[in-house]
């Protein structure tokens, strides 16, 4: 689950740190996965550092590191884009395109109708 505020889902030393206390248990080459996905999210710049000392948007990326990391069939994301500027908003939703092609189940909570455009394939309005 990845929630709009991420200062309540962010709680080690490290981003490097944070994404393995989520991979999923028995991966192999943990830290070689870990780095992978947060390449994958722009984040390997940062992987020594603080995640309190991440920006709004950079605090996004890395929880969704997160969920990622844990291997699951079914992500819950919560206003996933918010903070992101728009060029990694473009690559969040690749990446959730990516993944929901792979099979991952995928239910996003969100007013960004940019996102919803590129990656979503039903809508339900409230």
């Known amino acids: 689950m990845v929630m709009q505020d991420t200062g309540n889902q962010l709680f080690t030393e490290s981003v490097l740190d944070e994404v393995l206390i989520s991979l999923k248990k028995g991966t192999a080459n943990e830290k070689e996965t870990a ?30 590191a997160c969920a990622l990391a844990s291997g699951r069939d079914l992500l819950l994301l919560d206003e996933p884009t918010s903070g992101l500027d728009y060029v990694h908003m473009k690559e969040t939703a690749a990446l959730l395109e990516k993944l929901r092609s792979m099979g991952t189940t995928i239910l996003v909570v969100t007013h960004d109708s940019e996102l919803i455009r590129a990656c979503c394939t039903r809508r339900i309005t409230v």
């Not at 603080?50 to 950079?58: A, K, N, V």
């Open 35 to 64: 780095m992978e996905i947060i390449r994958n999210l722009d984040l390997a710049d940062f992987a020594d550092r603080h995640p309190q000392s991440l920006s709004g948007g950079q605090k996004q990326r890395l929880a969704i």
